[in-house]
T-cell receptor, first 112, second 113 residues
Framework: KQEVTQIPAALSVPEGENLVLNCSFT??????LQWFRQDPGKGLTSLLL?????REQTSGRLNASLDKSSGRSTLYIAASQPGDSATYLC???????????FGKGTKLSVKP | DGGITQSPKYLFRKEGQNVTLSCEQN?????MYWYRQDPGQGLRLIYY???????QKGDIAEGYSVSREKKESFPLTVTSAQKNPTAFYLC????????????FGQGTRLTVV
């Protein structure tokens, strides 16, 4: 059964820092991996989708990588801003369950 | 604007009542999903539907029911059999197939009073 883990559970950084959020998954037979952002009390906003055949995707200050062989994905945020403060979730699609399986998220706080 | 609309935003349920959460999408997506989010537990799949008039149970379907009579709509009923319904409920949709991106609504917070 696919399991998705995100470490750390919480992260606090000063404004301007570059940072990396980690996501690991147990079943490498995934079709894609998606990163989301969630603000308190809100729904999920899709940030990046990486197909299984891709190694990375970029959108603005965000870069997500995927290494299926090691079961890992990272989300790199450049020049962090207070507005980046939110919970970031990764979700793997595919494997034996055929649906999005979520990690528990990393709560990011960027201090001015 | 294209997107997913969940209503209501807040919902209060008395003990023993059934309540229905609405989810509508205008993205022309075939697949729709319901997730439950609890603090510290992440998102868990309740039901999903890949096509009209068909749906499958997810990991925590007990105490819930759904219907998919229209492509645009996937309502979730929380029945009295669900013993701990207080949670944040999220609806999502996507195209079918493995390489598609999922989009979420803004959620409904259900509280038992």
């Amino acid at each position: 059964k696919q399991e998705v883990t995100q470490i750390p559970a919480a992260l606090s950084v000063p404004e301007g820092e570059n940072l990396v959020l980690n996501c690991s998954f147990t079943d490498s037979a995934i079709y894609n991996l998606q990163w989301f952002r969630q603000d308190p009390g809100k729904g999920l906003t899709s940030l990046l989708l990486i197909q299984s055949s891709q190694r990375e995707q970029t959108s603005g200050r965000l870069n997500a990588s995927l290494d299926k062989s090691s079961g890992r994905s990272t989300l790199y945020i450049a020049a962090s801003q207070p507005g980046d403060s939110a919970t970031y979730l990764c979700a793997a699609y595919g494997g034996s369950q055929g649906n999005l399986i979520f990690g528990k998220g990393t709560k990011l706080s960027v201090k001015p | 604007d294209g997107g997913i609309t969940q209503s209501p935003k807040y919902l209060f349920r008395k003990e023993g009542q059934n309540v229905t959460l609405s989810c509508e999408q205008n993205l022309n997506h075939d697949a729709m999903y319901w997730y439950r989010q609890d603090p510290g537990q992440g998102l868990r799949l309740i039901y999903y539907s890949q096509i009209v008039n068909d749906f499958q149970k997810g990991d925590i379907a007990e105490g819930y029911s759904v219907s998919r009579e229209k492509k645009e709509s996937f309502p979730l009923t929380v029945t009295s059999a669900q013993k701990n319904p207080t949670a944040f409920y999220l609806c999502a949709s996507s195209r079918t197939g493995a390489r598609t991106e999922a989009f979420f609504g803004q959620g409904t917070r259900l509280t038992v009073v």
